[in-house]
């Protein structure tokens, strides 16, 4: 492979961006542990008066509360992928279960929008190519969707100025 095609497929961005989770595997059990022992301690009372079925349902909201963090722990396995070269913008969404959907662009003929609100920030980021618009990164916050603006805009008039070859 020569220089000149090596410049063109070099990636002048490539970023995966993946949904913040604050809780990690073991601060999830410490949670759990202690929702089930403040369950325990709170229902044995009512256990002990002859209201049994308290303990049911004190059971029942330690339950729920697991089911919907792993619920939540699932979502987190979704990601989306920003690849950029002088030659090809590949943007893809993976779900949660895998599922990947691919667009691919002409660094020269898509457009980079960004939407700010003076007091919040960066709202919203998209790729808009042929009348169509496409969100990037909807999970992230908004200093962290104005980094990625700053980066990819800069790699983006990067790869509309074609690559550099060194002599």
């Known amino acids: ?12 961005f490539d970023a995966r961006l993946n949904p913040h989770r604050s809780l990690g595997p073991s601060g999830f059990r410490k949670l759990m542990m202690a929702a089930f ?14 209201a049994w079925p308290v ?5 029942l909201d ?5 089911i919907a963090f792993r619920a939540n722990f699932r979502s987190a396995r ?12 590949l943007f893809a969404r993976v779900s949660m279960r895998g599922a990947r959907r691919e667009w691919r662009f002409n660094p ?10 003076e007091e919040f920030g960066t709202q919203r980021l998209s790729l808009v190519s042929q009348g169509r618009s496409l969100e990037v990164g909807s999970f992230l916050g908004p200093d962290q969707k104005a980094e990625l603006a700053s980066k990819f805009s800069r790699a983006l008039a990067q790869a509309r100025r074609g690559p550099r070859l060194s002599d």
């Not at 022992?37 to 002859?50: D, E, N, R, T, W």
């Not at 979704?78 to 913008?89: F, I, K, W």
Request: net charge negative; charged share 20%.
């Open 108 to 117: 020269s003929w898509v457009r980079f929008e960004r939407v700010e609100h």
């Open 1 to 12: 492979m020569d220089d000149l095609s090596r410049a063109y497929e070099a990636p002048l």
């Open 37 to 50: 022992a403040f369950s325990a301690v709170v229902s044995l009372p009512f256990y002990l008066m002859g």
């Open 55 to 59: 303990v049911g349902f004190m059971g």
């Open 62 to 66: 330690v339950l729920a509360l697991y």
């Open 78 to 89: 979704a990601y989306e992928e920003l690849r950029l070269t002088s030659l090809e913008l």
